[in-house]
């Protein structure tokens, strides 16, 4: 695989621009180098090209000055230096495919009261049938299945957890966070089906979300050969709602709506978001609560319909440095709860149902479709996948918790749901560690 750089120079050197190759890791052999261009003493504008070839296993980044460098970057703009060494750091690239779990909840009290049936069945082979009205069967492969239920099991086997879904899922996203990968979970599926219950769960029985907050800071306290020789740990949060495609910081008590932007170092980001630098879960606990009591200060007529239909998202931003090697990293844990598609309600103004309408999980679905085909996705249609977009395809670990209702009556909705989710395993993302050299 050969790629290319071109850089243009915009001032004066007083010295030829020199060029080196840096491996952070010693795994990695010489790779062929090759620098070409004019860069004479006294030119103003004059441009290099810089090519190399790399295995399609290995990525790269440039850098220049210390600052991180984009494929066309301006130098000008980085301010030049003259003797400064433009630094390509090459480092491995694994292809992963987006994970796919599924959560059956149990049956509501009121669907027992009314002696609703049950349409799905749960194996131990991670597969899923869900029975139609017609008696037919439509069977899904995905890799775990979460029963809550005894009701749904084809043979019984342990009932699912907050714990156990946090020790699958968690854990690993602790562990991809301090070895330097982005990641992210998503609680996706139809209103009532045990989204947030899944993501926060409640006081006595705490979701993923609180797990993972409480876990990352043991990790940390207890140090070891797990940080890889990083200290120094600073974790920031941020927390925001997506409602009828406004983004309310759920940080702050302002009620300002942030816009999304695209950055040439930050990608898109949420500009303006607040980012809480916490210093133990306790603190990181309490500030998430207190953003979930903000995003329920609503008028009561629109509430209801509301909770249904926003996401949210709460970011967790994780950096380090290795002094003796030179390098920082940075990581984050992106855990969202995706819009429902219920409609019970109508919602309180023509602005909100236009807008509820293209960003129900209907629209989220059709773009995991896209990416699952390889077509481009118009990631921009929502801010959500705007903000979220490298799980299609990008530099992100990237897992679905697919959660689906056992009712009969609904047995359309869970078809639907896992058809999405059962195909976002065609997803391949190429994940690298986010260091900078220092």
């Known amino acids: 695989l050969k790629l290319q750089f071109l850089y243009f120079i915009g001032c004066e050197l007083d010295n030829k621009m020199q060029l080196s190759v840096s491996f952070p890791d010693s795994e990695f052999p010489d790779i062929p180098f090759t620098a070409s261009g004019d860069t004479l003493v006294g030119d103003v504008v004059r441009e290099a090209v810089i090519e190399w070839g790399i295995d399609e296993g290995l990525g790269f980044d440039v850098s220049y000055g210390g600052r991180m460098l984009r494929p066309e970057s301006k130098l000008l703009s980085h301010g030049v230096v003259a003797d400064s060494q433009l630094v390509v750091s090459v480092r491995r690239v694994l292809k992963t495919p987006m994970k796919v779990m599924v959560r059956v909840r149990p049956l509501s009290k009121r669907e027992?009261?009314?002696?609703?049936?049950?349409?799905?069945?749960?194996?131990?082979?991670?597969?899923?049938?869900?029975r139609a009205d017609d008696g037919a069967n439509h069977s899904f492969s995905v890799d775990r299945v979460f029963s809550s239920t005894h009701e749904v099991q084809v043979e019984p086997h342990p009932i699912a957890t907050q714990e156990m879904i946090f020790e699958e899922v968690g854990k690993q996203l602790v562990a991809d966070a301090l070895s330097g990968y982005h990641s992210c979970v998503l609680a996706y599926g139809v209103t009532g089906s045990g989204k947030s219950h899944t993501m926060f769960g409640s006081k006595d029985d705490p979701g993923l979300v609180p797990r993972v907050v409480r876990h990352l800071f043991s990790e940390i306290d207890a140090g070891g050969v797990k940080l890889g020789g990083?200290?120094?740990?600073?974790?920031?949060?941020?927390?925001?709602?997506?409602?009828?495609?406004q983004i309310t910081d759920l940080m702050t008590d302002e009620k300002n709506y942030l816009p999304?932007?695209?950055?040439?170092?930050?990608?898109?980001?949420?500009?303006?978001?607040?980012?809480?630098?916490?210093?133990?879960?306790?603190?990181?606990?309490?500030?998430?609560?207190?953003?979930?009591?903000?995003?329920?200060?609503?008028?009561?007529?629109r509430m209801e319909h509301r909770k249904k239909q926003r996401a949210l998202l709460l970011q967790i931003f994780v950096r380090s440095r290795n002094n003796p090697v030179g390098v920082e990293r940075h990581s984050r844990i992106d855990l969202v709860v995706t819009p429902g598609s219920e409609r019970n309600e109508r919602p309180t103004s023509l602005r909100e149902q236009s807008f509820i309408s293209i960003q129900d999980f209907r629209v989220f679905s059709r773009m995991i479709n896209m990416a699952a085909e390889n077509r481009w996705v118009p990631y921009r249609d929502i801010k959500l996948t705007q903000i979220i977009r490298e799980i299609f395809r990008g530099n992100c670990k990237s897992t679905i918790i697919a959660t689906v209702s056992p009712a009969s009556w609904g047995w359309e909705e869970t078809r639907s749901t896992l058809r999405v989710a059962t195909k976002a395993r065609s997803i391949i993302n190429n994940i690298r560690v986010n260091d900078m050299i220092l």
């Open 112 to 130: 027992g009261d009314v002696g609703e049936g049950v349409a799905v069945k749960v194996d131990v082979n991670n597969t899923i049938v869900v």
């Open 260 to 301: 999304v932007r695209w950055h040439p170092q930050k990608g898109e980001h949420i500009e303006g978001v607040t980012k809480l630098e916490i210093r133990n879960a306790d603190d990181g606990l309490k500030a998430i609560c207190d953003g979930h009591l903000r995003g329920l200060v609503e008028d009561a007529e």
């Open 230 to 245: 990083f200290t120094g740990h600073v974790i920031e949060l941020s927390f925001v709602e997506i409602y009828s495609e």
